[in-house]
């Protein structure tokens, strides 16, 4: 499974962005898809998943409520709506794959890795 996530740019703060995850296939439609994010300095950390079949979500605490995860089966792609941004969501955007259903998703989980796509936001 190759994973191309597109969508990152600069924005100010209050600002939104769509991040997508393209799939070439595979066993995309299969997988629960998670979204991780690295700020500079810090280590990579968990931000939403999403089941195979849409039915279940889980978000960090820290996004909860600002950003949204969703996916299309009949497009390949899931997409990371990110809404209220602050400064402190600047950091490189990784999409994942992972065999892992329900909650719980984790870096140990994932199976295929995107290649990241860059969130800067500005004060």
């Known amino acids: 499974v190759q994973l191309q996530a597109s969508g990152g740019g600069l924005v100010q703060a209050g600002g939104s962005l769509r991040l997508s995850c393209a799939s070439s296939g595979g066993t995309f439609s299969r997988s629960s898809v998670a979204w991780f994010r690295q700020a500079t300095g810090k280590e990579r950390e968990f931000v939403a998943s999403?089941?195979?079949?849409?039915?279940?979500?889980e978000y960090a605490k820290s996004v909860d409520g600002r950003f949204t995860i969703s996916r299309d089966k009949d497009k390949n792609t899931a997409y990371l709506q990110m809404s209220g941004l602050t400064p402190e969501d600047t950091a490189v955007y990784y999409c994942a794959t992972s065999p892992r259903t329900g909650w719980g998703i984790r870096e140990e989980h994932i199976d295929y890795w995107g290649q990241g796509t860059l969130v800067t936001v500005s004060s």
């Open positions: 999403i089941t195979w079949n849409s039915l279940s979500t």
